[in-house]
């Protein structure tokens, strides 16, 4: 695999089966859908992840995709950017490229959006990525999963899973996130943020 051609998509979540199904793992769960889409493996990899080089979608005329490289950190959450980094560097991949896929708080529950750069909203993973990396400046694509219900604390709401009422959707909501990356990395940008920010 070459240079930057190449795109790193990383999701985020907590390892271990206790924290696999909780809110907090959907972009490990979605990094998982694209994974399977590509019939590829997320196999062990030096920099404290899991990881597997593939072509995501098909460009436009019906060519594959662009090469990326999937990837999920086996660290904690609260320290992504450590294996984050040490992706980018193995694959030479540019903060350009890089997308994060993560849970997000203030999206309604089963919405995707797309965005480049801004704040890290009180999300730790995204702010171990973007001290590690250097700059804020990459692709977020943030799953939402609604506010939790009344005075419940914000951080026990994400660790856990979801509600009974909600998981008849959560597959919706998984494929539609590796749409938006699928959009994003063969349609580009802007065409993902018209079709999945609008709804």
């Known amino acids: 695999m070459t240079t930057s051609d190449t795109w790193l998509v990383v999701g985020l979540g907590n390892p271990g089966t206790q924290y696999s199904r909780n809110r907090h793992n959907v972009g490990a769960m979605a990094v998982d ?25 098909v460009l436009p005329g019906g060519a594959p995709g662009p090469r990326a490289v999937l990837a999920v950190p086996s660290s904690w959450m609260n320290e992504s950017g450590g294996p984050v980094k040490a992706l980018m560097s193995f694959y030479k991949v540019p903060p350009r490229q890089l997308v994060v896929i993560h849970d997000e708080l203030d999206i309604p529950f089963a919405s995707s959006r797309v ?51 909600e998981r008849a959707d959560v597959g919706v909501l998984l494929e539609d996130a590796a749409d938006v990356v699928e959009d994003l990395l063969t349609q580009g940008l802007t065409y993902a943020q018209d079709r999945w920010n609008a709804r």
């Open 33 to 57: 859908v694209l994974a399977a889409r590509t019939g590829a493996t997320l196999k062990r990899h030096k920099a404290r992840a899991a990881a597997a080089e593939v072509r995501v979608g």
């Open 115 to 165: 965005k480049l750069g801004g704040g890290e909203g009180g999300h730790n993973g995204l702010r171990s990525i973007s001290k590690s990396v250097g700059t804020k400046d990459y692709v977020r694509v943030r799953i939402g999963i609604g506010r939790p219900p009344g005075r419940q604390d914000p951080a026990d709401f994400v660790l856990k899973d979801f509600a009974s009422g």
